[in-house]
Nanobody, 120 residues
Framework: QVQLVESGGGLVQAGGSLKLSCAAS????????MGWFRQPPGKEREFVAL????????DYADAVKGRFLISRDNAKNTVYLQMNSLKPEDTAVYYC?????????????WGQGTQVTVSS
């Protein structure tokens, strides 16, 4: 079992930046594909980004390509999401996910989420 705890959310103006962190428990973190999803208000959850166990492979939703960067530190059991040039449409609850499959973007473990609000 893996537990995921997100932090770093908050309120930011459009054009600003935020960096989300996700601390994972469990000894299998370094072997897992990790990622981020988000759920905008009134909408379904959507894929944001993923990173392979060794950081070699990353994948992003079209809406965030070129603005967001996913990274990980296996020594700290932590995955990050650097969000730049934020837009009001990035407003959502952001979820850290783990135990995923790259091709299907299906993940076994989910955090509780952290709110990101981008004001115009």
């Amino acid at each position: 079992q893996v537990q995921l705890v997100e932090s770093g959310g908050g309120l930011v103006q459009a054009g600003g930046s935020l960096k989300l962190s996700c601390a994972a428990s469990g000894r299998t973190f370094s072997s897992q594909t990790m990622g981020w999803f988000r759920q905008p208000p009134g909408k379904e959850r959507e894929f944001v980004a993923l990173i392979s166990w060794n950081g070699v492979t990353t994948d992003y939703a079209d809406a965030v390509k070129g603005r967001f960067l996913i990274s990980r530190d296996n020594a700290k059991n932590t995955v990050y999401l650097q969000m730049n040039s934020l837009k009001p449409e990035d407003t959502a609850v952001y979820y850290c996910v783990g135990g995923g499959r790259i091709i299907t973007r299906v993940f076994d473990y989910w955090g509780q989420g952290t709110q990101v609000t981008v004001s115009s």
